[in-house]
């Protein structure tokens, strides 16, 4: 299946500094990706769309400020977590959509720590 | 808007058969996936029903009804390394606003299999 890499795996910062994300497709082009945020026990949260060349689109509620999200090529979109509190600590996980079979696939994951 | 429901936690014998159910509410419903989740890892795809019926595939099988907004997932001869989290997911068609697919999930159903 296809193949989606975030880095980094884990990351821990302080308070008030900020983090970038990064998600790439490694084995095919990806118009769209997508960007979730998963608490403990909780479910994923879809936070925005990131489309290649334009702006993304972001679910209500989540600031765009705050979450900054960029999708320079066809295989990388990144999430920057700015001016980051604790209540951002979580696990963010991003998924890029495959034409055709239309199935969102998963990148492992970046547990976020913020002290 | 969406809502998505799922039974938080269930216990099964290896070599046993589990049936997970989702039930859904949603406008504009356009299939509807399920995903396994190890903890601490992304989701990765299981099964994906668009229309009315039964999806076979191994020792995994998924079922939908569109006008009782329901479905299940089935596992049969479960092995230990099936105990995760099975999370379905409805994806949404396009709006003006939101102009591709996105994917709600449910909070997940924990699967425990002991030997």
């Known amino acids: 299946g296809a193949v989606v890499s975030q880095h980094p795996s884990r990351v821990i910062c302080k308070s008030g500094t900020s983090v970038k994300i990064e998600c790439r497709s490694l084995?095919?082009?990806?118009?769209?990706m997508f960007w979730y945020r998963q608490f403990p026990k909780k479910s994923l949260m879809l936070m925005a769309t990131?489309?290649?060349?334009?702006?993304?689109?972001?679910e209500q509620g989540v600031e765009k400020d705050k979450f900054l999200i960029n999708h320079a090529s066809l295989t990388l979109s990144t999430l920057t977590v700015t001016s980051a509190h604790p209540e951002d600590s979580s696990f963010y996980i991003c998924?890029?959509?495959?034409?055709?079979?239309?199935?969102?696939?998963f990148g492992p994951g970046t547990r976020l720590l913020v002290l | 808007g969406q809502n998505i429901d799922q039974p938080t936690e269930m216990t099964a014998t290896e070599g046993a058969i589990v049936q997970i159910n989702c039930t859904y509410q949603?406008?504009?419903?356009?299939?509807l996936f399920w995903y396994q989740q190890h903890a601490g890892e992304a989701p990765t795809f299981l099964s994906y029903?668009?229309?009315?019926g039964l999806e076979e595939k191994g020792r995994f099988s998924s079922f939908l009804s569109r006008s009782k907004g329901y479905s299940y997932l089935l596992l049969k001869e479960l092995q230990m390394k099936d105990s995760a989290s099975y999370l379905c997911?409805?994806?949404?068609?396009?709006?003006?606003?939101?102009?591709?697919?996105?994917?709600?999930f449910g909070k997940g159903n924990q699967v425990v299999v002991i030997p």
């Open positions: 998924s890029a959509r495959l034409r055709g079979p239309e199935t969102q696939y």
């Open positions: 084995d095919f082009q990806a118009t769209t």
């Open positions: 990131s489309n290649e060349g334009s702006k993304a689109t972001y």
């Open positions: 949603t406008s504009g419903f356009n299939g």
């Open positions: 029903n668009v229309l009315d």
């Open positions: 997911a409805v994806r949404q068609r396009p709006t003006l606003y939101y102009g591709n697919n996105r994917l709600a």
